[in-house]
């Protein structure tokens, strides 16, 4: 089995709103509304530029924020969060 | 059925039919200053029948029906009616409105800029709106506020007052000539008594307002008062609201709106006093 790449659902699937700290998700395809914090926004905005694995995921992450060590496998958690709600799927 | 009654609240209109004329007769009698619906044509029907043909007469028990119903729900007796049709109306709007943005809240209005207010059951909403109608205030409605999703106006729905337990008397102590129902004691939620909204309430039901500040009351506590910002607001609400999810996508579009572009603060207060003069302060400092 080889290295899991992620993608983003279809942009026209779902809505972003920026509230505050936190972001409104309107995901059309489940009819579901999710309030996210950073760095879910991030990730979602990061995975427009392509297919990524989560050390690919990192690397763009890294080259626009401030990341600690340790960060693979929150990033890992929160992907499988996303595909759990509909609004990442693996490629 | 065989006694029916129509009225038209703010932009809904409902017929009520039942198989009691006292229900109808105290609608007729508390609702005489509303219009009729538009055409005559109700945008919902409410029924308040027996649940056995023998019980319209002993042990009257009013069964709630209507276009939407909850299958469960308990029958209330015949003296609690004026109650029964209230609630039929009530669960029309929570069940089938998807015109509006359902809120559950109360709204006043003052220079075309509304004061929407809610929270838990208890909090007061429904007794501060009908005190700042006695302060010049104009009521939109203590129960739901309904936000048009083309405008992002909120349309009022100024149903009568529906007071409850110690809010019964703080209205009779603040409104002498005011109209109001019978008092309906021990109903599920407790006495409840209505009143009806001032004149100019019914006149102005038609006019909606623009969101100008959202309040999150809480009584009991001492005065506090906190900026509430627009991601804990739009929770809060999607919380008040029973057709959030039913408006699908418009209604993720009139609340994310809503919450974006409307100040939000909540304030805690041990006395009824002290909230109107915070509110007073609030309106005055951030509209």
């Not at chain 1, 395809?29 to 760095?39: D, I, N």
């Not at chain 2, 469960?72 to 609630?87: F, H, K, Q, S, Y």
């Not at chain 2, 009022?156 to 007071?163: A, E, K, Q, T």
């Not at chain 2, 004691?185 to 039901?205: C, E, N, S, W």
Request: glycine fraction near 8%; include cysteine.
């Amino acid at each position: 089995m080889g290295v899991v790449r992620y993608r983003a659902a279809a942009p026209d699937t779902m809505r972003l709103e920026p509230l505050d700290t936190m972001t409104a998700i309107y995901h059309r395809a489940s009819g579901r509304t999710h309030l996210v914090a950073s760095p879910v926004p991030e990730i979602l905005t990061a995975l427009e530029q392509g297919d990524a694995t989560v050390q690919q995921l990192l690397d763009r992450l890294a080259a626009q924020y401030d990341l600690a060590d340790g960060e693979a496998g929150a990033l890992t958690a929160r992907l499988a969060e996303l595909e759990e709600a509909g609004l990442v799927e693996r490629a | 059925m065989r006694h029916v009654f129509a009225v038209r609240i703010g932009p809904v209109g409902f017929r009520v039919g039942s198989d009691w004329r006292a229900p109808v007769a105290a609608l007729e009698h508390l609702y005489r200053d509303y219009p009729k619906p538009d055409d005559d044509i109700p945008d919902f029907s409410v029924r308040l029948f027996a649940a056995r043909f023998w019980r319209r007469f002993v042990r009257p028990s009013v069964m709630i029906g209507g276009d939407y119903y909850l299958p469960d729900a308990a029958p209330l007796p015949l003296r609690l009616g004026l109650l029964a049709a209230e609630m039929g109306m009530n669960l029309q709007m929570a069940l089938a409105q998807r015109r509006y943005l359902l809120l559950h809240a109360s709204a006043v209005e003052r220079d075309g800029r509304a004061l929407v207010m809610t929270g838990m059951s208890g909090a007061g909403k429904s007794t501060l709106a009908a005190l700042l109608m006695t302060r010049g205030w104009r009521l939109m409605g203590d129960e739901f506020a309904l936000v048009d999703p083309a405008t992002g106006l909120v349309h009022g729905f100024p149903r009568l007052i529906s007071l409850k337990n110690q809010a019964i008397g703080v209205m009779e102590a603040a409104c002498p000539d005011g109209r109001f129902g019978p008092l309906q004691p021990d109903t599920p939620k407790g006495d409840i008594r209505h009143l009806v909204p001032h004149a100019r309430a019914i006149q102005a039901m038609r006019d909606p307002a623009k969101p100008a500040l959202i309040l999150f009351p809480g009584f009991g506590h001492a005065a506090d008062e906190r900026p509430v910002l627009p991601g804990e607001a739009f929770v809060r609400l999607t919380q008040a609201s029973t057709n959030f999810v039913a408006m699908g996508e418009t209604g993720f579009d009139v609340l994310t709106s809503l919450v974006k572009n409307t100040p939000a603060r909540a304030i805690d207060y041990p006395d009824t006093e002290t909230a109107l003069a915070m509110v007073e302060r609030l309106w005055s400092e951030i509209v």
